[in-house]
T-cell receptor
Framework: GQQLNQSPQSMFIQEGEDVSMNCTSSSIFNTWLWYKQDPGEGPVLLIA?????ELTSNGRLTAQFGITRKDSFLNISASIPSDVGIYFCAGLRGTSYGKLTFGQGTILTVHP | ETGVTQSPTHLIKTRGQQVTLRCSSQ?????VSWYQQALGQGPQFIFQ???????GRGNFPPRFSGLQFPNYSSELNVNALELDDSALYLCASSFGTSGANTGELFFGEGSRLTVL
């Protein structure tokens, strides 16, 4: 079963608002990643974080790797309608193989 | 578009049947992972293939098996289908050395399996 707790489960916001979501775990991960999934599509990588404390941006997206290695945060600034979708956090322990553990997702709805 | 292609996109089977799903990895990628995504859930890791061998497996029974071919494409086979096997099956490719990778996976659009 899932080992990552992602919150909130869903968000309804107005266009232009900022969004924050987070992911916590009882276990340590060495890599944190954030993916977005649109309906009928596979997940697409948004941001990858490799070091505790790391803060990384990709356009309007900013993500942080928590100091404890047990959490991560994703912020989206000035949301636009195409930000709609499901956002998943994922953690990777070591690099022995690509077994990602995913959160249950945050459903984002943006009202124009 | 990630360059990872999966087939078929949709299929319906009945309980007890067998199914084979196919995946072509992105050019330059040598590692393929398979994930199961139930409705409303995040993907669950099934297994990973590197150099035509399974080198990591999640909590799935042996009736889930796979293959990787010399051109790095892959198949997922599920025997004795159960109702709970209904899900979106995602293939992801990546580049790894000795089977290790960074977790940056490129997913296909998935094969949606319905078991009746």
């Amino acid at each position: 079963g899932q080992q990552l707790n992602q919150s909130p489960q869903s968000m309804f916001i107005q266009e232009g608002e900022d969004v924050s979501m987070n992911c916590t775990s009882s276990s340590i991960f060495n890599t944190w990643l954030w993916y977005k999934q649109d309906p009928g599509e596979g997940p697409v990588l948004l941001i990858a974080l490799y070091k505790a404390g790391e803060l990384t941006s990709n356009g309007r997206l900013t993500a942080q790797f928590g100091i404890t290695r047990k959490d991560s945060f994703l912020n989206i600034s000035a949301s636009i309608p195409s930000d709609v979708g499901i956002y998943f956090c994922a953690g990777l322990r070591g690099t022995s193989y690509g077994k990602l553990t995913f959160g249950q997702g945050t459903i984002l709805t943006v009202h124009p | 578009e990630t360059g990872v292609t999966q087939s078929p996109t949709h299929l319906i089977k009945t309980r007890g049947q067998q199914v084979t799903l196919r995946c072509s990895s992105q050019s330059g990628h040598n590692t393929v992972s398979w994930y199961q995504q139930a409705l409303g859930q995040g993907p669950q890791f099934i297994f990973q293939y590197y150099r035509e061998e399974e080198n990591g497996r999640g909590n799935f029974p042996p009736r889930f098996s796979g293959l990787q071919f010399p051109n790095y494409s892959s198949e997922l086979n599920v025997n004795a289908l159960e109702l709970d096997d209904s899900a979106l099956y995602l293939c992801a490719s990546s580049f790894g050395t000795s089977g290790a990778n960074t977790g940056e996976l490129f997913f296909g659009e998935g094969s949606r399996l319905t078991v009746l």
